[in-house]
């Protein structure tokens, strides 16, 4: 036992150089066991392509064997995100799935679905197993961002998804005929919710993404009392407008007690391909009054760009047509941050949920 805490102290010391915090708080230590002069421990990859984990990975063993020279080190990385302890079993759990994230928006049209699309591509990009789920009834967008043309099977047991991207997508878009205008009540919602969520065999999956339809209705209600949720990204352009609304979409998740794990800007400036000069056509500072007002962390900033649009036309999101873009590369930042705050908020849940016995 006092072997196990010195080792994990040991692992304290590695600082990531991408967060600028320990791997230990970070909740980037996996499956990590200490017995018989042999220890074994997994380095979550939040980065895209491995990027500086690869480093941090021989830091942590460096550390161990300066501590222990003896002892044999078996240690890897690994893709596999912390689970919501909430969401693995239990009420309102997907079997299967470790953590269900719903992107939010106060007002419509700031870039959910493209958040959504661009986001779960990032967190595949790191090795994690990602499913997208499209929850706007109103206008699904998913099928022709992610370019899904064939629509679910109906297995033996459930739904099967499409996968497209090596990412299984379901969209309400998938039921309804695209000449009906749906008019869907409370509880239609809720079962609808209900039926996408447990009726679709989702397999294994270290993130389940939803793109919500916007504002504070039915669905997100709807979800946020039936599922448990690891917590929700909101998205806000930098405007003084969409920023109010977006405040509103917190105030309701924090009403449902659904923790916030961050706020995405979208549309934060435009940058001159010539000169390299940055305009800020919806304004600024829209991510960091909510991050200030709300203790929120901003998970990071994307450009406007006509790509972003044009590949997201085209089915292929910027993310996978050109992973080197800067409004790729923003998106990628966004995971990589979303991923440690979804590992840090599942570690302090877990040992939350650690009962103390007092003798
Ligand atoms: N960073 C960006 N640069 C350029 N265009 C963008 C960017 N983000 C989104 N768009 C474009 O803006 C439009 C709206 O985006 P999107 O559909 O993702 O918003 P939304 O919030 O999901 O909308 P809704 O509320 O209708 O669901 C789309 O045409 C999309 O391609
Ligand atoms: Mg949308």
Redo the contacts with the bound molecule.
Sequence with gaps: MADQQRIQNALRSVIHPDYGKNIVDLGLVQDFSANGGAVHFKIQNTVPGGGSTEAVLEDAIAAVQTLEPLARVEAGLTGRARANPAGSTGKGAIPGVRNVIPVA?G???????????NLALALAATGAKVGLLDA?V??P?IPL?MGAIVGPQQGGRGIIPPVTHDIPIISTGFFVRKDQAVVWRGPMLAKMVEQLTNQVEWGELDYLVI?L??GTGDVQLSLCQRLALTGAVV?TTPQPMAVNVAEKAIIMFQQLKTPLLGVVE???YFESRSTGEREYIFGSGGAKRISERWSIPVLGQ?????????T??RGTPIVLADPDAP?ARAFQEVAMQLAAEVSMHNLKAESESVVQINF
């Design positions: 928006s007002k419509g049209g700031v870039g959910k679905s493209t958040v959504s699309a706007d109103y206008g967008s961002i793109d339809p916007p998205v979208n549309m934060s994307i450009p406007l760009a006509t790509t972003v649009r044009q997201s036309d409004a």
